[in-house]
């Protein structure tokens, strides 16, 4: 008996974690800067509701899953150089599609099956400005201000229109406003966050027409993959069910809703 209890005591030192399966740990980066209610940051912690969305899907798989807030030009450079498994949320562009792994619908449908959500974007206008757009985005004032290595730049770059970019959101608000002149491209959600916040209020029109609207993606690096195409599959799913559940996402939006811009 002595021996025995000796030999299984020595097969738990050789073999700890013997007969026990580990989560797998998906390391994620995501943009710091303030696309509210979608992805943003406060100190070190990622934030929104494509990172609630995307965690409740990992977890809901098993998964443990760690966000790292960066700028956006330094995630997608990161993940581009397989620093991490994956990125929230990126849409889909030719040149992302080189180093990133999309749903295979992405370059295919202007609102994929499995999006994290489907995001659109408006134009922003000081107050007192008379214009009003009417869907021609080359009518848009200028200067156009976007944030830095937005997708959407590279749109409105691609059909002949000059963009500031900046890597603040809200210094391209401050910067629009202090000019009296020119645009600002925002999805409509964190335009109107920004117009309710008191350093703003009563300065800006946002415009209800949309210039564009996009499918925003868990993307995974093609770089120093673990994670199998039918786990990536697995994964997009469950974000795709979970997205179809309108009483969480009525609850997803309703927590962001009254949560005060951050300075």
């Not at 107050?127 to 937005?150: C, E, H, N, Q, W």
């Not at 994964?235 to 009525?250: C, F, P, S, T």
Request: with cysteine.
């Amino acid at each position: 008996m002595k021996n025995r209890l000796l030999f299984f005591s020595i097969l738990i030192i050789l073999f700890p974690f013997s007969g026990y399966s580990q989560q797998q740990t998906i390391h994620i980066v995501t943009d710091k800067a303030y696309w509210y209610p979608y992805t943003y940051s406060q100190g070190d912690q990622a934030k929104g509701i494509h990172i609630d969305l995307v965690q409740k899907a990992l977890v809901n798989l098993n998964y443990n899953v760690r966000f790292y807030p960066k700028p956006w030009k330094r995630c997608l450079n990161d993940v581009k150089e397989g620093k991490y498994d994956a990125i929230v949320s990126a849409s889909y562009k030719p040149d992302r599609s080189k180093y990133l792994i999309y749903p295979d619908d992405a370059d295919k449908s202007v609102k994929s099956l499995w999006r994290i959500t489907q995001v659109e974007y408006v134009a922003v206008t000081n107050y007192s400005s008379t214009y009003i757009f009417k869907g021609d985005i080359k009518t848009l004032p200028l200067p156009v201000r976007a944030p830095l290595g937005y997708s959407i730049v590279g749109d409105l770059r691609a059909a002949g229109i000059s963009v500031i970019e900046s890597p603040d959101t809200t210094d391209c608000v401050i910067q629009l406003i202090k000019s009296g002149r020119g645009s600002f491209v925002t999805p409509p959600q964190n335009a109107i966050h920004i117009q309710i916040d008191d350093r703003f209020k009563g300065k800006l029109t946002i415009h209800p027409k949309p210039i564009k609207s996009k499918s925003y993606f868990m993307g995974f690096a093609i770089k120093n993959q673990k994670i199998s195409p039918e786990k990536m599959l697995a994964i997009w799913n469950e974000i795709a069910r979970i997205r179809k559940d309108q009483a969480y996402m009525k609850m997803l939006f309703n927590k962001f809703k009254g949560q005060k811009m951050a300075n």
